[in-house]
């Protein structure tokens, strides 16, 4: 068994925590109860529970005091917060000690029996066989969905309901079919990859108990876009649907407490009367998904729309060829100023949608990517890691921000590590010079070292310390005289071949060149 601690202040939160759920049919095991953060911490340390459930505020140690801290006795603890309010920062806190998941005030049974289940499957706790066959269906419609996305991918028809039902064990019947993509919103999500993550859970639990209502058959699975389904019923009402789905973004916006800028948007593909059709209502749904960044609404159904999956951004060749100049060189100010001007080009479009500007976001990264890159794998990577990006803006502008963002720091990024690369033969040569200084130290001697003509060396050195190579040892040489004389009790002479000169005449004129005084005084100066 599971042990447990709950944590709350509220005596009839601990009561109604441990009647929601069969704890012993889960495989848990209430050990201790506690009324503040204290008494929570004691707990923890003496029962070493493996999950502790704690209300986000409460005395003692607060919820965060008390996570840190329970996590330091037992790193492995994992946790439930509780919350009832308006806290997002309190979530974001969390997260960094590594909270499993939340629960919102008034607290729901379905909602703590699925966390319970994604805790014990991390655990390594999943024994019970409906346990074992809910995450085996949970797995199909995820194999079913990718299938999906593959064959939007590859403007293929989708598979029959039969080969479904024979391959992923559905049951898929004759009737109608439709495509669902639901797009949570928050601001700045891609800084909050954790919290999202989270958010995106709670969707998916939502519309998979929800659309049961209104389908005979379902698949829902997350993807980078937002949660998708496909939903089979004999009979396709569009009131019917509309109505559960409404109620699907409200469960969701509830969610507010911790999200307070929470937006949800619902798009439904066309009605179709086969299964292999789900590859035209996907790709409508995808579509209209896209286009919330041009156009706000919370609910878009293609059949009531004209889409037109046709009209498409093509960039002209001039246009690119000043991408590609802009990011060869690595010259921000030109590429910030070319894409700006095609950015407020492309707005001025009054048949824009979000389709084009998705089309426009993929021609500049791929342009800069493949030309900043050093191999196809690498501006693959990086292409793919923005346009993942693409699907967390909200508005225009922010596409055109992270366009940016984005290529301008890849730009700083190779600038850096140029001259890091073209500092690396300087940084050996000034140890070399710093070992042999004493020595009759040439150009051509460490250029050799480390491997360079003497010619690009030189170019390079100046370029990289501000002085020309003479100069550098000049003034090297001088600085340790200065010391020996100011240490030592050595004569003038003796320091002056110390530090590479036989010649006293010609040490004395250098020395004071570059001091302003003679060996001789600077010593009865600083001795």
């Known amino acids: 068994m599971l042990k447990v601690v709950l944590a709350d202040d509220e005596t009839k939160v601990v009561l109604l925590l441990q009647e929601l759920v069969d704890w012993e ?24 529970p493996h999950l502790l459930i704690t209300d986000i505020r409460m005395p003692g140690y607060d919820g965060i005091e008390l996570i840190r801290q329970a996590r330091e006795l037992q790193p492995n603890i994992h946790f439930i917060i509780i919350s009832g309010y308006r806290q997002f920062e309190y979530a974001q806190d969390a997260l960094k000690y590594g909270v499993e998941d939340y629960l919102l005030k008034p607290l729901k049974s379905d909602e703590l029996n699925n966390i319970l289940l994604r805790i014990r499957e991390k655990l390594g706790q999943e024994t019970e066989l409906k346990y074992q066959l809910k995450k085996s269906k949970e797995q199909r419609q995820k194999m079913l969905l990718t299938l999906l996305k593959s064959s939007i991918d590859r403007q293929q028809a989708f598979v029959p309901a039969d080969q479904a039902n024979d391959e992923f064990g559905f049951h898929f019947t004759d009737g109608y ?138 960039m002209d060749s001039a246009q690119k060829k000043r991408f590609y100049e802009a990011v060869e060189y690595r010259n921000a100010d030109q590429f910030q100023k070319e894409l700006t001007e095609s950015f407020y080009r492309l707005l001025q479009d009054r048949q824009l949608n979000g389709q084009m500007l998705e089309d426009w976001f993929h021609a500049i990264v791929s342009v800069c990517a493949f030309e900043m890159e050093q191999n196809r794998k690498e501006a693959e990577l990086l292409l793919e890691k923005v346009q993942d990006s693409f699907w967390y803006c909200t508005s225009t502008q922010e596409v055109f921000l992270l366009l940016q963002r984005t290529i301008l720091k890849r730009m700083q990024q190779l600038n850096e590590e140029k001259a890091s690369q073209e500092a690396r033969p300087i940084l050996e040569a000034k140890k070399y010079i710093q070992e042999h200084y004493q020595e009759a130290l040439r150009l051509e001697d460490v250029s050799s070292v480390i491997g360079f003509n003497a010619t690009y060396f030189s170019t390079l050195f100046k370029k990289e310390t501000g002085q020309n190579f003479m100069d550098y040892l000049t003034e090297l040489r001088i600085s340790k005289a200065k010391e020996l004389l100011c240490e030592t009790d050595i004569s003038i002479s003796d320091a002056a071949e110390m530090v590479g000169y036989r010649d006293l005449k010609y040490f004395s004129r250098l020395f004071k060149k570059i001091t302003g005084i003679s060996p001789s005084d600077y010593k009865k100066l600083y001795k």
């Open 177 to 314: 079919y439709c495509a669902v993509l639901i797009k949570p919103d928050i601001s700045n999500a891609e800084k909050h990859l954790d919290v999202y993550r989270i958010l995106m859970q709670h969707a998916l639990e939502i519309v998979r108990k929800e659309v049961k209502l209104i389908a005979e058959e379902s698949a829902v699975s997350i993807w980078k876009e937002g949660v998708a389904a496909i939903l089979n019923s004999k009979d396709f009402q569009v009131v019917d649907v509309k109505q559960c789905l409404t109620k699907i973004r409200k469960e969701i916006e509830k969610q507010r407490d911790l999200f307070w800028d929470i937006r949800i948007a619902v798009f439904l593909g066309s009605q179709r009367n086969a299964m292999e059709q789900m590859t035209e209502s996907m790709q409508e749904a995808l579509w209209l998904c896209k286009d919330r960044i041009c156009r706000r609404q919370p609910w878009r159904y293609a059949a009531s729309e004209e889409i037109d999956l046709e009209k498409r951004y093509q």
């Open 25 to 48: 049919k889960q495989g848990y095991e209430i050990v201790g109860v506690a009324s503040d953060g204290i008494r929570a911490l004691e707990l923890v340390k003496e029962k070493k």
